[in-house]
Structure formats: C-alpha cells, structure tokens
C-alpha cells in the first residue's frame, strides 16, 4: 500500500455500462484515489475506457485483457470489480490472494453461502472487502439516517419499502441486460433492486430484520421465464419494528416510507444511480423537506465519487468503512429468506452466527 499521503492506486476489473458511465468518472474525481489500470476481455470497452482518462486530463493508464494480469501488477493498490455477479466470487477471491483491497459492484454474492465465502477469504488476507452501495452516499440517504437517529419521528411503528422498474422495457430477454430474466441464480428483481431495500432498511433502521413472511409470483413475465418477477413480504425488525417489503419488475416505484409516535418521514427515489431524490420529514411542529433531484451542481456520478473517497480514505487512515463484509452478509441472509419461500414465515440468522457454520 502506498504512504499515507499518496493517493491509493486503483485497478478497474470489467469496463461494461456501470464502470465508463459512472465509476470510472467517479474514480477520476474522487481525491485519494487514482486509475492507474484496467482490464476487459473486449478491446473495444477497453479502449473507450481509456478514452475517458485521456478526456478527463488524467495520465493514460495501462490496460490488460484480463483481470489476473492487473491483480498481478506490483503498483495496483486496490481493485474494483464491475463484473457480472456471477464472476463477483472467482474475481473477490483472486484478489484476495493477490493481498488487494477490493470494492465489488452490487449484489456481492448470489446468495449468503457464497458472500459468506468472499467475507472470509477477504478475512483470512487481512484484505478490505467494500461493496458497491453507491447511493448511501447522497444527501438524500445520508439525511435520512441521521434525522432517524435523532428521532425526529419518535418511536418508528411502521415501514413501507417499495423499489421497482418495468424491466421489460429497459431488459426485454435476448437482448444486452436481458439475463435479468432467464439466469436463474443471479436474475430476478431481487438481487437486482431488492437489494437496495436490504441495506437501505438496515442502514436507515440500524436494525436488520428478524422474520418475514413472503410472496413470490409473476405479473408480466414472458412465459418462457421461469423467475418470479414480484416479491411482496411483510417483515419484523429483531428491535421489534414491522414493515413491508416489495420489489418487482412490472411497474416503477422507489419510495421509503417511516411512520413513528410523532410524524413520518417519506423518501422518494433514494436509489438513483445520479444525484437526486426527495425527503420529506412532518411531524407535529415541524416540516422538512430536501429536494435535490434538481440539483444540478452535482454531476451525474457525485455518489460514485464519493463512494471512492470514503473507502479510499478508509484505506489510507485505517478507518473504518461502510458497508463492512458483515453488514453485506446480513443483507444476503435477508435475500436469501426472500427466494422461493411463497407462503412461509422465515427466521433469519445474523451474520455472525452464519459466518462461523
């Protein structure tokens, strides 16, 4: 790792749609932190991946075909991995090896084995492992945290998590993105946007949730998909809190809701990929709101630049970081309980518990 002073050395592992329009220009503008290499199997992504350094005034970084090359390179600090999840865990591990810190795109693992798996080798290496949970990096969110450990609202008695999109308008199956539909380990609302929901309720609450009873069905899937396209769930907080969880691909909805003992506190699209969202806090002698989706002082990747900055720093200072490898787990388990579990009523296991099995 380099001195304190000098910024970490970044390698960017799959330079697809994520990585050239929001982290690479993010990685670019975030200090303590400079791209000296990537790496694509597609020469074409690493070109126009290069591109952006040079447009942005940056120094020409190198560029391999594939990821074991730049976790091999002696001046690559830490990684960033953009792969599809279904690479996440082979990528996570080989990093790990190679004693790099390592950011890892959304959703870490396809289920709570295999994220468990990634929290420990990065454990046994003594190794950073971040996942990529850009948006709890806008004003939006962050605000939103702190008026709920104040209390702003009193005691919260309720929530309402709601996060969907017509994916068959942005994802139709066969064509780029259209996995979404037919893998059936790493497809489905879930692990795409569901997600969003777990860490969000877990970082909003500083809680995690106990107990859920579920719904998976379809509404507009293609016959020909065997993945259910809607999960509805009510859940119970281990602090006692209950609530309701959806996520579906039939329509589009990105809402946070919290009712307490003295008012409530609405949240509409805080998971944009680029700055921008809605809160609304009432209560019975108070009235606030903060509207930044019209900001437009802040450029499209803002949350992904400051995602670098944190861990980067956390890096350099040995400080802590969000989300940890046990905060991500937690929110597996969560999925997990989530999966093809129509009807049932599900107890799920803390994160600790499950990482010593």
């Given at each position: 790792m380099n001195s304190p002073h000098s910024p970490i050395r970044w390698g960017v592992i799959g330079c697809g749609q994520i990585a050239v329009d929001k982290t690479i220009p993010g990685l670019?503008?975030?200090?303590?932190?400079?791209?000296?290499?990537?790496?694509?199997?597609?020469?074409?992504?690493?070109?126009?991946?290069?591109?952006?350094?040079?447009?942005?005034?940056?120094?020409?970084?190198?560029?391999?075909a594939s990821g074991s090359e730049l976790v091999a390179a002696p001046d690559v600090d830490?990684?960033?991995?953009?792969?599809?999840?279904?690479?996440?865990?082979?990528?996570?591990l080989e990093g790990a090896r190679a004693k790099k810190a390592i950011?890892?795109?959304?959703?870490?693992?396809?289920?709570?084995?295999?994220?468990?798996?990634?929290?420990?080798?990065?454990?046994?290496?003594?190794?950073?492992?971040?996942?990529?949970?850009?948006?709890?990096?806008s004003d939006v969110f962050q605000k939103g945290v702190h008026l709920l450990r104040e209390e702003a609202i009193g005691q919260i008695t309720f929530v309402s998590a709601h996060f969907s999109y017509p994916c068959?308008?942005?994802?139709?199956?066969?064509?780029?993105?259209?996995?979404?539909?037919?893998?059936?380990?790493?497809?489905?609302?879930?692990?795409?946007?569901g997600v969003y929901l777990a860490f969000g309720l877990r970082e909003m609450l500083g809680d995690s949730i106990a107990r859920i009873g579920v719904l998976?069905?379809?509404?507009?899937?293609?016959?020909?998909?065997?993945?259910?396209?809607?999960?509805?769930a009510w859940f119970q907080t281990r602090k006692g809190i209950p609530g309701t969880f959806v996520t579906t691909f039939s329509h589009y909805e990105c809402r946070l809701a919290f009712y307490g003992s003295r008012g409530q506190l609405i949240i509409e699209r805080p998971f944009n990929q680029t700055p921008g969202g809605r809160l609304e806090l009432r209560t019975d002698d108070r009235h606030f709101v903060l509207d930044s989706q019209s900001d437009e002082n802040l450029?499209?990747?803002?949350?992904?630049?400051?995602?670098?900055?944190?861990?980067s720093r956390a890096l350099l200072e040995k400080t802590p970081y969000h989300p940890s490898g046990l905060e991500v787990l937690t929110d597996a388990l969560l999925l997990d309980a989530l999966k093809d579990k129509s009807g049932s009523v599900v107890d799920i296991a803390g994160a600790e518990e499950f990482l010593q099995r």
């Open positions: 670019l503008a975030a200090r303590g932190a400079q791209l000296v290499a990537l790496s694509d199997p597609l020469e074409v992504r690493r070109s126009l991946a290069r591109n952006l350094t040079k447009n942005a005034g940056g120094e020409e970084v190198r560029a391999y830490a990684v960033y991995i953009a792969l599809p999840t279904g690479m996440h865990a082979e990528a996570v950011l890892c795109e959304k959703p870490l693992g396809r289920s709570a084995a295999e994220v468990a798996g990634m929290v420990r080798a990065a454990q046994e290496a003594g190794v950073p492992l971040m996942t990529g949970y850009m948006s709890r990096f068959l308008k942005y994802y139709p199956p066969g064509a780029p993105g259209g996995w979404r539909w037919t893998d059936s380990e790493g497809g489905g609302p879930l692990l795409d946007i998976n069905t379809d509404t507009i899937a293609p016959s020909e998909v065997a993945i259910p396209d809607t999960t509805a450029p499209h990747y803002d949350n992904y630049r400051r995602e670098f900055e944190h861990f």
